[in-house]
């Protein structure tokens, strides 16, 4: 119940990089389906179908969306997230497979090595600046 509810109190209804399309009286968007699994698919509805739906994840007056709160608050992650993994054990988290470095694109001599990793949202303003400022200039 935790896991389901979660997924309205801490996220809005959709983000912008998942609407795929609007046009000719439907909304074209992508989605999981939790019964088969969290499999994405696209999802077709009409414009008004859309709306009732979305109006549904509309907070009514006087409520406020949950941020981390309690023991997952800012002030005492730290303290109680260790404790509760000490009682209860911490989870097991399966590592990631090893990256599969390629060669340089450039030189096609060295391995490129894997200096961050981005979220979903792309790197941030200042990676973006010194990644441009530090590109090898390839024009003759």
Request: contains cysteine; positive net charge; glycine residues 8%.
């Amino acid at each position: 119940m935790v896991e389901y509810l979660g997924r309205y109190t801490h996220k809005i209804a959709i983000s912008n990089h998942r609407l795929k399309d609007v046009s000719d009286g439907h909304v074209t968007f992508s989605a999981k389906d939790y019964r088969k699994g969290g499999k994405k698919q696209t999802l077709g509805l009409t414009h008004k179908e859309f709306i009732r739906r979305f109006a549904l994840h509309i907070l009514p007056k006087g409520f406020v969306r949950i941020r981390h709160y309690g023991i997952l608050s800012s002030c005492k992650k730290k303290v109680l997230v260790p404790l509760l993994h000490k009682e209860l054990g911490k989870p097991i988290v399966k590592e990631p497979p090893p990256l599969k470095h390629r060669k340089c694109p450039y030189c096609k001599l060295g391995s490129m090595v894997t200096v961050t990793i981005f979220d979903s949202r792309g790197p941030p303003k200042i990676w973006l600046k010194r990644l441009k400022n530090n590109a090898p200039n390839t024009t003759p």
